[in-house]
């Protein structure tokens, strides 16, 4: 069993920065493509940002492309989501997500149902 736990969200103004982490607990942190999904109120949660397992490959939603950037360390068990350029659009809960696999793509990970494991959420909060 995975744990998931998200760290670093708060409250910014409009075009500030903020980075999320997400460490991993009791698996193999190596073997799970990690993604980062975001729900704002009344949307459904679609993913923000994925990395596959080594790092290579990684995916973007549209709307986040060339402001946010996605990252791992291995060696420290860790996912990284570095937001900058923020917009009050992107005020929602992010939640980080592991999906078991080696694949060499990271686009897989847009689908939940490839997802095996979820933390718990943290709130981002964009002020206008």
């Known amino acids: 069993q995975v744990q998931l736990v998200e760290s670093g969200g708060g409250v910014v103004q409009a075009g500030g920065s903020l980075s999320l982490s997400c460490v991993a607990s009791?698996?193999?942190?190596?073997?799970?493509?990690m993604g980062w999904f975001r729900q704002a109120p009344a949307k459904e949660r679609e993913l923000v940002a994925g990395?596959?397992?080594?790092?290579?490959?990684?995916t973007y939603a549209d709307s986040v492309k060339g402001r946010f950037a996605v990252s791992r360390d291995n060696a420290k068990n860790t996912a990284y989501l570095e937001m900058s350029s923020l917009e009050p659009e992107d005020t929602a809960v992010y939640y980080c997500a592991a999906s078991l696999g080696y694949s060499s793509r990271s686009d897989y990970l847009r689908l939940e149902a490839n997802i095996n494991y979820w933390g718990q959420g943290t709130q981002v909060t964009v002020s206008a």
């Open positions: 990395i596959n397992w080594n790092g290579r490959s990684t």
């Open positions: 009791g698996g193999t942190f190596s073997r799970y493509g």
